[in-house]
């Protein structure tokens, strides 16, 4: 089965600096999808970026970025010009490619303060 | 368009009690989830549905029945609640691959506290 796990419990960092959130899986197949979500204290579960395994480009959406080592199987999310408003817990995701039934496995969370 | 719908938000329930939980998504999603989230454990997939009278068990499906008679709904019953089962639920959908956008839509989530 696969796991995704997030060995950060919890990370600060300073507003307006960077900082990096790791994540580490395992899977036995070439096919896959991984995922970044957030949630902030509504509760609500916003996808923050989302990386397809057969694409060697690291995905971009803005401040963030990830760095994806696939043969590594480790895929980090870096948040640059941290904001107060990017304080929440973080999920890294993991789902398999098609013929699946496409469930999401998650990380624990890491909870990210900023401090001003 | 207001993507998945929980129904309630939040619930107290006595020990033993049953409840039903309510998914409503209007996106034509052939996908359904439940997860539960507890603190320190992250989301973990209760039960799911692949299509319209179909449902299977995810990593924790015990104390929990569904049912998928509608494509648009997906239940998630409680039938005899304990206080392991407070937490937070959320159900998600998503299209089938190859439709394009594969991302996943959540739900605001349940708050479930069974006292």
């Known amino acids: 089965a696969q796991t995704v796990t997030q060995s950060q419990p919890e990370m600060s960092v300073q507003e307006a600096e960077t900082v990096t959130l790791s994540c580490t899986y395992d899977?036995?197949?070439?096919?896959?999808?991984l995922f970044w979500y957030k949630q902030p204290p509504s509760r609500q579960m916003i996808l923050v970026i989302r990386q397809e395994a057969y694409k060697q480009q690291n995905a971009t959406e803005n401040r963030f970025s990830v760095n994806f080592q696939k043969a590594a199987k480790s895929f980090s999310l870096k948040i640059s010009d941290s904001q107060l408003g990017d304080a929440a817990m973080y999920f890294c995701a993991y789902r398999r490619g098609q013929g699946g039934s496409e469930k999401l496995v998650f990380g624990k969370g890491t909870k990210l303060t900023v401090n001003p | 368009n207001a993507g998945v719908t929980q129904t309630p938000k939040f619930r107290v329930l006595k020990t033993g009690q049953s409840m039903t939980l309510l998914c409503a998504q209007d996106?034509?999603?052939?996908?359904m989830y439940w997860y539960r989230q507890d603190p320190g454990m992250g989301l973990r997939l209760i039960h799911y549905s692949v299509g319209e009278g179909t449902t299977a068990k995810g990593e924790v499906p015990d104390g929990y029945n569904v049912s998928r008679l509608k494509k648009q709904n997906f239940l998630l019953g409680l039938e005899s609640a304990a206080p392991s089962q407070t937490s937070v639920y959320f159900c998600?959908?998503?299209?089938?691959?190859?439709?394009?956008?594969?991302?996943?839509?959540f739900g605001s989530g349940t708050r479930l506290t069974v006292v």
């Open positions: 998600a959908s998503t299209l089938l691959p190859g439709q394009g956008n594969y991302g996943y839509t």
């Open positions: 996106m034509n999603h052939e996908y």
């Open positions: 899977t036995s197949e070439s096919d896959y999808y």
